[in-house]
């Protein structure tokens, strides 16, 4: 089984779903034991997750993905190719990470001197709601490491920034009238939506650094109103910032707060990724990769990972993970050279470890 083989075969599960999840991680945890590497499966608030390692030694190198994904069409979970493109929901984001992660480990089951290589696969990466999730939970009982790779998609360059995030809940109050004259009223979905305009000028979204031009932000949702034919007078958004490396959130949250007009809700609150490029081991790292992707990259990444639950702990952690395009869109689809050369450049990278160290 090759990686795209590997990649369609997991594409295939419904990971949005808790049952397919499920199925989707005994098969992976099948995959990897036939192979006779040792597995530990586990829960943690009834969320399953995988940990599967090869060799020993002092040094450790994690790899981390997640098996979980966004909400699909039901003809995204049946894996197609064409040319050099897989396509299908996870390809990209990141089930042909995984499939590459787990021939890898394959690959290095013989052991590579004095140098420990972990993947952990976990479940709800995705999610957005309050609270911990598999990762910080198994980062808060102990899990560390030396270094750690996600595999989320970077077309193979290094991502040691990725921005932070801030999601939001925005209530507007408006006043009810008959729809026949909304002069008498105040419309609440119109006053929300001109708070969102507002809230795209205020200044930290004219921030911008090395690596970003700005933070981005999004209009995720919004609902307001109970009846066509009555000025609504209730209106709620919910909004995602992605702010920048060295920006307050407290401060962004106090410039959206003084806006007024609006009851502002904290969601979902993680901090920003920043790894010095100069790691040691981001340098083996572009070593190994440089090999085949000559243009081979620090850089920042926009989307959040897991990879902060390490870094809030002191371990070194980026982004790096195959080439490809349109993650949670329609046309989500994996460069399938990439793959290979993904493959290739984690074990490379391992071996460069074992021989330097870090």
């Keep these: 089984m090759d990686e795209v083989q590997l990649a369609e075969r997991l ?11 499920r199925v989707a991680m005994d098969f992976a945890a099948g995959w990897l034991e036939a192979r006779d590497i040792p ?9 399953e997750y995988l940990r599967a390692r090869v060799g020993s030694g002092t040094r450790r190198i994690l790899w981390h993905a997640h098996l979980d994904v966004v ?32 021939l890898a480990l394959g690959d290095l089951a013989p052991g590579v001197d004095g140098v420990q290589v972990e993947l952990v696969v976990t479940p709800d990466e995705e ?11 198994l980062v808060a009982e102990g899990l560390r490491a030396d270094f750690v790779i996600c595999g989320e998609p970077t077309d193979l360059q290094v991502g040691v920034q990725a921005k932070g995030v ?6 507007v109050a408006g006043v009810a009238a008959h729809g026949s ?69 407290r401060d962004i949250l106090a410039q959206v707060q003084d806006l007024g007009g609006a009851d502002v809700e904290v969601l979902l609150e993680r901090p920003p990724a920043d790894v010095p490029p100069d790691d040691p081991h981001v340098t ?31 371990v070194p952690a980026i982004e790096f993970g195959p080439c490809g395009a349109g993650h949670h869109g329609p046309e989500e689809h994996v460069d399938v050279p990439s793959l290979a050369v993904y493959r290739k450049a984690l074990v490379d990278f391992v071996r460069l470890v074992s021989a330097r160290g870090a």
């Design 11 to 21: 594409i295939g599960y419904d990971t949005s779903r808790r049952s397919d999840l």
């Design 39 to 47: 597995v530990e499966t586990g829960g943690v608030r009834g969320r």
């Design 284 to 314: 083996l790292l572009l070593e190994a990769v440089g090999a085949y992707e000559p243009s081979v990259a620090s850089i920042g990444r926009d989307g959040a990972s897991d990879a902060v639950a390490f870094l809030s702990v002191g």
């Design 166 to 171: 801030l999601m939001l809940r925005i209530g």
């Design 127 to 137: 999610r957005a709601d309050p609270g911990p999730n598999t990762t910080e939970m």
């Design 181 to 249: 004259t909304p002069w008498l009223g105040r419309n609440a979905v119109l006053d929300a939506v001109d708070l969102y305009r507002r809230l795209e000028a205020l200044p930290f979204a004219a921030e911008s650094s090395a690596l970003y031009a700005r933070p981005s932000i999004n209009l995720g949702r919004i609902s307001g109103g109970d009846a066509v034919n009555k000025v609504p007078d209730h209106c709620r958004m919910d909004v995602d910032i992605r702010y920048l490396p060295g920006q307050d959130p």
């Design 71 to 102: 909400p699909g069409h039901e003809e995204q979970f049946v894996p197609r190719r064409s040319g050099d493109r897989l396509y299908g929901r996870g390809a990209y984001d990141m089930k042909g990470a995984l499939a590459a992660m787990m």
